[in-house]
């Protein structure tokens, strides 16, 4: 497949240097020459009311959209085909749906090459952010170079809980509420999906999901009584999977190039069908539409733009940028402050400034003691250098070493496992 070779990616990694500090600048560079444009300059004017992202979310001004090389085949060798009981599907609805369309290996084992490859071709998902996730996953859930989209036990993103999955996800169980982290609520969904209740109209933006999110959050207090928010799994992997839900899922068009997501394609992404009163999961079958358009290439998905979503969903509720956890009572909910968790390192206010930096050196160093091996050994030596490059294009302060005595709090903190798990007494289910 090879849409990005490793030169590609390395070019796509210098670009991104150049886009971290002024990611609005750079994106207005981008699509100056487009908005030059009167006939583009006219379609601004009538959009400027309704921006489809939402209401401050990038972009400032609208991407270009190419219909051509948008468009995702999803005939011939990437027909929808249903996984077979031989093949792992598991959380992701974005890794299901590459798998079932052979963007990704049929049976759910691939790369980190792979996962890369086929997330920018299909989703427009930016290099970095893509080498990042899947060496994490390879290196943490995997065999240091590939890995599962279900798998079991410690292997794959099903048995990652506590590393990698985590709780308060947008649709699917949290592990000890429900016994399983990779079964879908209906009521998670409706919830998500009452939302823009015109079908017509209806667009699940940043702005609601936004609003999701911190319904989720609450609900995880209220309902789960080993709900953790770690540093890493928390302030940014449980972002992603709501931002990635506009972000990738959204169709492109000339009229709307940042993308609408309305409640066909979204239930098409989360293999849901049926009635509105009588809505259908099935396991395993998201399935990418047909006649779908991606975001441009020019608008890759990138870290610095991940976090630009992250602080506009913490802006909206600070307890978003804290780590913390039920005490293993629903509602017993208390944050842990990130300077006792980082030594000193991090004021509070500094890592929610800064989500991805304290996410990403709190990875870093706890990753020897997670993993028992040095950070430069040769399986963790390829994620230090992966997570060593997103922080220092970030300009991150470094951690010297974690203090997670704290966490001692949360009796979630140390389950690690899936994808199934006993129920915690006390929990409360939909
Ligand atoms: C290499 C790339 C990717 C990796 C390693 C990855 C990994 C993961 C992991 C570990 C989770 C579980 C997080 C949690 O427990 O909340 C997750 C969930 C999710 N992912 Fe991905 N993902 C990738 C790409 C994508 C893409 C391209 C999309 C969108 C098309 C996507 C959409 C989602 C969504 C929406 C969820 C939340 C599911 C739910 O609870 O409803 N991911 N992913
Ligand atoms: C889609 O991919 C198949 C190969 O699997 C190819 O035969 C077909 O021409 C492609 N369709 C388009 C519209 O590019
Ligand atoms: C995406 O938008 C285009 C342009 O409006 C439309 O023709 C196409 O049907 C849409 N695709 C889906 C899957 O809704
Ligand atoms: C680690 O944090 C705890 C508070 O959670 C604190 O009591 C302890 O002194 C800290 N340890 C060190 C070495 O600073």
Redesign the pocket.
């Known amino acids: 497949m090879g849409f990005f070779t490793s030169s590609a990616i390395t070019v796509a990694c210098l670009a991104v240097n150049n886009v971290v500090a002024f990611p609005h600048l750079a994106m207005d560079g981008m699509t100056a020459p487009i908005a030059a444009d009167v006939a583009y300059k006219q379609l601004l004017e009538r959009q400027s009311a309704t921006r489809p992202q939402g209401g401050a979310p990038l972009p400032l001004t609208p991407p270009p959209f190419d219909a051509a090389s948008q468009?995702i085949?999803v005939?011939?060798?990437?027909a929808f085909v249903a996984p077979g009981s031989g093949d792992a599907r598991g959380e992701c609805p974005g890794l299901n749906a590459l798998a079932n369309h052979n963007y990704l290996p049929h049976n759910g084992i691939a790369t980190i090459n792979e996962f890369v490859s086929a997330t920018g071709q299909v989703f427009g998902m930016g290099a970095d952010l893509a080498l990042f996730l899947s060496t994490y996953g390879a290196v943490i859930d995997g065999s240091g170079t590939s890995w599962s989209i279900s798998g079991g036990p410690h292997v794959g993103i099903g048995g990652s809980h506590g590393n990698y999955e985590t709780d308060s996800s947008p649709l699917k169980s949290d592990l000890y509420q429900y016994g399983s982290n990779s079964k879908l609520i209906l009521e998670q969904f409706h919830e998500l999906y009452d939302m823009q209740p015109n079908a017509a109209t209806a667009n699940y933006n940043l702005d609601v999901l936004r609003t999701f999110r911190n319904q989720r959050f609450q609900e995880s207090i209220n309902k789960n009584p080993y709900f953790v928010y770690g540093p890493f799994t928390g302030m940014a992997v449980s972002q992603a999977a709501f931002t990635f839900i506009y972000r990738f899922m959204a169709n492109h068009s000339a009229e709307y190039p940042e993308g609408v997501l309305n409640k066909d394609v979204l239930k098409s992404f989360m293999s849901i069908s049926g009635p509105e009163n009588n809505l259908v999961w099935t396991p395993g079958h998201e399935r990418i539409p047909s006649n779908w358009y991606r975001r441009n290439t020019a608008d890759a998905y990138t870290i610095p733009y991940f976090e630009t979503d992250i602080l506009y969903f913490t802006s909206s509720n600070p307890q978003l940028t804290l780590v913390g956890c039920n005490e293993g009572k629903v509602d017993t909910y208390q944050n842990i402050d990130a300077s006792t968790l980082s030594n000193g390192a991090y004021t509070a206010a500094q890592a929610a400034a800064n989500p991805i930096c304290f996410a990403t050196e709190f990875a870093l160093a706890e990753l020897p003691g997670l993993t028992g091996l040095s950070l430069t050994s040769g399986v963790l030596g390829s994620l230090t250098s992966v997570l060593s490059s997103v922080t220092k294009n970030l300009g991150c302060k470094a951690i010297g070493s974690v203090n997670t005595t704290a966490l001692a709090l949360c009796p979630g903190f140390t389950l690690y496992g899936g994808p199934t798990a006993p129920v915690a007494p006390g929990a409360i289910q939909s």
Do not use: S
């Open positions: 468009l085949n005939t011939g060798a990437h």
